[in-house]
């Protein structure tokens, strides 16, 4: 008999309801999802279609309604946000559309940043090494507005890598790059998730991108509407 690999991630009946001025708005609808370690699967959709909710719910930075949210082996819906917060930073790293780079920050001081707060010794020195492996290294001591925006979404992917998490997610990495500068930070994205053999969630609108995933999640209403055969 093979061995049985347990999902990373396990999503059943997942709901999300938000609280709005017109009143509660539905944004996830029963989502079921199953990932296994080290897959690549590419979130896709129309605007609104709760794809990135379902990264928030995903990553523990918001909390489902309802269903079952198990995550590198802890159950999200039975975590505080202290708990939530300390699983987070030891498995998941997250990379953004805008940047979320700290402003008065260095590109290696925002680098070292969750490594420091997971307590490292190390984590000028991780830092230092991961600035290197996106092609950095001579950009350490300069900030967030020293650099261009595809320079500053390769310190926000070395940031995101440097704790060598387990689960890596990506909402629309390349939305604010040109189409050259975009392509060098996919590239980059694709060779760290292999070598780490990190499970990648990558939200897009870029066909090409989703195509470059193991699979692609369709979302349609806040419900995954279909499997697409990748290409």
């Given amino acids: 008999m093979g061995i049985v690999t347990k999902p990373i991630i396990d999503l059943a009946g997942v709901s999300l309801t938000l609280t709005s001025r017109a009143g ?8 079921d999802l199953a990932v296994l370690p080290g897959e690549s699967i590419a ?3 129309p605007s609104g279609s709760g794809k990135t ?9 918001e909390r489902a309604t309802s269903g079952q949210v198990r995550v590198a082996g802890r159950q999200f819906m039975a ?25 008065t920050m260095t590109a290696l001081e925002n680098v070292a940043l969750p490594l420091e707060f997971a307590g490292k ?15 950095l290294s001579h950009r350490t001591d300069h900030f967030p507005a020293q650099l261009s925006g595809g320079e500053q979404q390769r310190v926000a992917l070395a940031r ?5 998490p387990q689960i890596l ?11 050259k500068t975009g392509g060098h930070v996919v590239d980059l994205l694709f060779n760290l998730q292999r070598r780490s053999q990190a499970t990648l969630i990558l939200v897009t609108h870029d066909v090409s991108l989703a195509e470059r995933c ?13 499997e697409l055969a990748p290409a």
Avoid: W, Y
């Avoid at 995101?160 to 060598?164: E, H, N, Q, S, V």
């Avoid at 193991?214 to 279909?226: F, L, P, S, T």
């Fill in 160 to 164: 995101a890598l440097g704790p060598r």
């Fill in 79 to 103: 975590l505080n946000e202290d708990e939530l917060a300390l699983v987070r930073g030891s498995n998941i790293g997250i990379v953004f559309q805008s940047f979320h780079l700290v402003p």
């Fill in 169 to 179: 997610l990506a909402d629309e990495p390349t939305g604010n790059l040109d189409g």
């Fill in 121 to 135: 010794a190390d984590a000028f020195d991780v830092a230092r090494a991961m600035l290197d492996e996106v092609g």
């Fill in 53 to 61: 909710s379902l990264l928030m719910v995903i990553a523990g930075l």
């Fill in 214 to 226: 193991g699979r692609v999640v369709r979302m349609a209403d806040g419900r995954i509407e279909r």
């Fill in 24 to 31: 509660p708005v539905e944004i996830l609808k029963g989502v």
């Fill in 43 to 45: 979130v896709v959709g």
